[in-house]
């Protein structure tokens, strides 16, 4: 009698039994080309490498040829590319998965055939492939040029991801949203989606948004964004172009973002807080001055200026004075901003997702901005700041940094002003038999800085308890963050799938007035969850997390559930970009 839980028997139903691994290019090479296709490294210890490491002993050689190879979103890895489907489901999978074009993926890369191999390049070209959302995983293998001693073949290996998206969000403040997206649009990498919201207490019911993106436009690496929202409550559409300094090889960046918003409160009579605007925001930005390491290749200096123009306008909204209503209040912004970034990467895996190459920046930034503003009521200045730092600490990790304060100087006082700080931290991996652990910290805090009595800190996104949205009727000036998570990498293996058992606490303290943040009412959530990953399996990590809250600051039921993965454990970008307006 077969004794193993019901989970395994569903498991080996949909994924299919052990399989014989096969090639996955049944094609082969062309004449006289080497195969480097063959890649196992799935076994060895995840580290963090430097990022460059495989591409320093083919520096200065010439590219003769680049070729690209796409591996299906099911079966095979980066790591093992002799893998193939082999059950109905993955086989199916494969078969209706938009497989990325291989124009779509040049325009990714930041050498071509016929330049110097530049270890950096490459390297960042690996990382801009890896960041896609249409990509698994991508690795670059360089090998020698048959018949010549000065140059090399480049073969570029990605994995496809599954990119089509069905989500269902029941946690919707008091609604339901069912939506669908294509992340790779007839492997263009161009991103559609539409969805549907439901909010029963609302006139009207329901509610739709859709927007259409275009990643890497030709190869400039602008990305262009359509987008319309008709929900209950607000409507608004939005026009976005944006190129950012995802690496210093690019040197220039810039974005527009043109926006129309509509916000009424969902019911049948009007609201204090209804209100219409405009926003024009448009930035550029270029890199003035670069330093290169003579010993460190992979590591860059480098002096990034930018100016913003902000105009936002209301054409509808609520009575406003000089010292009230602060966020409906017309706005024009100049300012500039200069950045010192000294940064590099490393990679490493089971960190976020499990066999996936993560790359971990290291480094420093530091950026000042400033310029004028007018506040419909006043001019004034601006003044914002931001340092961030991400290292390797020692045998115990990595740990990562960021201070951000910004706000209207008068006199020796900051006005209308924010003072952010957050971190992360994650261990190295702890061995205990045959199984890992990871533990992961994540804190913030932030406060306002002489701002109006009406003012509170916006409780939206997803930064708050896990499984819990704040509603309009949590306000405060003041707020401590804390989230820890421990994961456990187990040995267990069912029909290639890997288990990893989590559990988290997650800790908000939300307060106003001149008391300390620690004296202040503070609100948890408490669980636990397991992750499941089938290697060569395209569609991700599947998450199932349950979660205690024994204490909130709404009206929410005492236990919750999910299936799906949180994202909340990201390092910090040290990336060159806009002058900043720290929000509040």
């Not at 019901?6 to 090479?29: H, K, N, T, Y």
């Not at 930034?365 to 931001?386: D, I, K, N, P």
């Not at 290292?391 to 940094?401: A, S």
Request: neutral net charge; hydrophobic residues 40%.
């Amino acid at each position: 009698m077969n004794r193993r839980p019901l989970i395994f028997l569903v498991l080996q139903l949909i994924f299919g039994a052990p399989r014989e691994f096969v090639s996955a290019d049944q094609s082969g090479p062309a004449a006289g080309e080497p195969d480097y296709v063959e890649v196992a490294r799935s076994e060895q210890e995840p580290a963090l490498e430097r990022s460059d490491r495989d591409f320093l002993p083919h520096a200065g050689k010439r590219v003769r040829r680049i070729r690209v190879t796409n591996l299906e979103v099911c079966g095979p890895s980066v790591d093992d590319t002799t893998r193939s489907a082999q059950s109905r489901i993955e086989r199916f999978l494969n078969h209706v998965n938009f497989e990325t074009r291989e124009t779509t993926i040049r325009r990714s890369l930041l050498f071509e055939e016929g330049d110097t191999i530049d270890p950096f390049r490459l390297a960042e070209s690996e990382r801009i492939l890896r960041n896609l959302t249409f990509v698994g995983d991508a690795r670059i293998v360089v090998g020698q040029a048959p018949g010549s001693g000065d140059s090399a073949d480049v073969q570029v290996i990605v994995k496809e991801a599954w990119t089509l998206e069905l989500s269902v969000s029941p946690k919707e403040p008091n609604g339901l949203k069912v939506g669908l997206a294509e992340q790779n649009l007839f492997g263009l990498g161009h991103q559609v989606s539409v969805a549907g919201r439901l909010v029963p207490d609302a006139t009207p019911r329901l509610g739709w948004d859709t927007n259409y993106a275009m990643q890497n436009i030709h190869g400039s690496f602008v990305t262009g964004k359509l987008e319309y929202v008709k929900m209950p409550g607000r409507e608004s559409a939005g026009l976005t172009l944006s190129r950012e300094l995802i690496s210093p090889v690019l040197r220039y960046a810039g974005g527009l973002d043109l926006r129309r918003t509509s916000i009424a409160e969902p019911d049948s009579l009007p609201s204090a807080a209804d209100n219409r605007f405009e926003l024009v925001d448009f930035w550029a930005g270029r890199l003035i001055h670069e330093w290169h390491d003579r010993e460190e290749t992979g590591r860059r200096r480098i002096l990034f200026a930018s100016y913003r123009v902000r105009r936002l306008k209301f054409t509808d909204r609520p009575p406003v004075t000089p010292s009230t209503l602060y966020p409906y209040h017309n706005m024009d912004h100049l300012l500039g901003s200069l950045t010192y970034i000294r940064s590099w990467y490393y990679r490493t895996n089971l960190l976020y997702n499990f066999g996936r190459t993560e790359d971990i920046p290291h480094g420093l930034l530091a950026r000042v901005t400033y310029g004028v503003a007018h506040e419909e009521f006043t001019w004034s200045h601006y003044a914002a700041a931001t340092v961030a730092a991400g290292e390797k600490i020692g045998g115990l990790g990595y740990g990562v940094g960021e201070l951000r304060i910004g706000g209207y100087p008068k006199g020796w006082e900051i006005e209308q002003g924010v003072f952010r700080l957050r971190s992360l931290y994650f261990s190295n991996l702890l061995h205990a038999g045959r199984y890992r652990f990871r533990q992961f910290l994540r804190a913030g805090y932030t406060t306002g800085l002489h701002r109006f009595a009406d003012d509170s800190i916006d409780f939206g996104g997803d930064e708050g308890i896990r499984g819990v949205v704040y509603d309009r009727s949590v306000t405060g000036s003041k707020r401590l963050q804390l989230d820890v998570e421990s994961v456990a990498f187990t040995p267990w293996r069912v029909r290639g799938i890997t288990f990893a058992l989590f559990a988290f606490a997650d800790l908000d303290v939300i307060g106003s007035g001149r008391r300390s943040v620690f004296e202040q009412d503070y609100y948890s959530g408490l669980g636990l969850g397991v992750r499941l990953h089938k290697e060569g399996f395209g569609i991700g990590t599947v998450q199932l997390r349950f979660a205690w809250y024994p204490k909130l600051p709404i009206d929410h039921a005492a236990f919750s559930y999910a299936a799906f993965a949180d994202e909340r454990f990201r390092s910090i970008p040290l990336l060159g970009g806009s002058p900043e307006i720290v929000e509040y």
